[in-house]
């Protein structure tokens, strides 16, 4: 788990990962606020919006994908995806080995690359996020809401889309957090699958509603200009983000699908396991 964790606590307290998750509040606000700053230049994200200068090197994929490629590639080769909170965007079958040797991350999750939920956080990032977050300007270069910016707004992209998948790939953790703490309340809805049963036991609306109210609270601080009294100009217009997209993200996409992993893990939480550690697990009312 990345930094805000409490090292004297493990790594599977649910405490320690909501102290994760609400540092990755911060990460993801600042992230979008530097990606405000530019245009939505919709040219990035098609299939031939830089045809001409890609497909030279047999690349058929848009400007965000190349560079995610780019990217990814670099930071596979520093074993960044060894790391089981961290979940690349390109198939890990195009990304080069390591160039270091494996660190020995402690076995905490079953199979933690076997959830990989990016390009649901593609499709919302770019359709719905990106839109409504970045400033309207004139053409340039005769293309509406395109500021040339492609290589700043793009590395922008990159690190939001990183930060939100980190966020949402934590959701493993917190299943199996849940998990531990009472297997005999999952284990007949994971034998018999039940989704829905599952989702009924993962969530906590108290903690999402005070999610919500704190998230809008920090977008209105982090965003805001500061008036001569140090204090932040409300509903200045000036905004760097706003306040209300960054909780409707967060009410309408991140939560919803840090939960459909919480639920996809529970799912396959036994596989491999023997009958006797299943039965074991069945009956065990409490943490071990
Ligand atoms: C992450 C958790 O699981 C669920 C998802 C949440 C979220 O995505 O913010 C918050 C509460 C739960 O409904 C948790 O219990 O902390």
């Known amino acids: 788990m990345t930094s ?30 530097e990606r405000a700053q530019f245009a939505h230049n919709p040219r990035m994200y098609t299939k031939d919006g830089f045809a001409d200068v890609l497909h030279r090197d047999g690349f058929t994929g848009s400007w965000l994908e190349w560079l995610l490629r780019e990217t990814e590639t670099s930071h596979a080769k520093i074993r960044r995806y060894d790391s ?9 079958a195009d990304l080069p080995a390591p160039i270091l040797p494996p660190l020995n991350y402690p076995p905490l999750l079953v199979d933690p690359t076997g959830i990989n939920v990016n390009p649901a956080i593609v499709t919302f990032y770019l359709d719905s996020i990106v839109p409504s977050i970045t400033r309207t300007v004139t053409d340039h270069l005769g293309k509406a809401n395109d500021d040339g910016n492609y290589g700043s707004a793009g590395t922008r992209d990159i690190e939001c889309l990183q930060a939100i998948s980190r966020r949402i790939h934590c959701g493993m953790f917190v299943s199996e957090s849940k998990f531990l703490s009472h297997p005999a309340a999952f284990v007949p809805h994971i034998l018999n699958p039940n989704p829905d049963e599952l989702l009924a036991l993962i969530t906590k609306p ?30 200045s217009g000036k905004e760097k983000v706003s306040a209300e997209e960054v909780v409707r993200l967060y009410r309408e996409y991140i939560i919803p699908l840090t939960k459909d992993v919480e639920v996809e ?11 006797a550690e299943i039965d074991a697990l069945a009956a065990q009312q409490g943490p071990a």
């Open 4 to 33: 805000a964790s409490d090292p004297s606590s493990s790594p599977l307290d649910l405490e320690n990962i909501r102290r994760t998750l609400t540092r990755l509040e911060d990460t993801i606000i600042f992230l979008l606020i």
């Open 84 to 92: 089981p909170d961290e979940h690349p965007f390109t198939p890990r």
């Open 206 to 235: 108290a903690v999402e509603a005070a999610l919500l109210v704190r998230l809008e609270n920090k977008a209105r601080w982090y965003g805001a200009e500061l008036g001569p009294d140090g204090e932040p100009v409300r509903d």
């Open 265 to 275: 893990y529970l799912l396959h939480r036994l596989d491999g396991l023997s009958q």
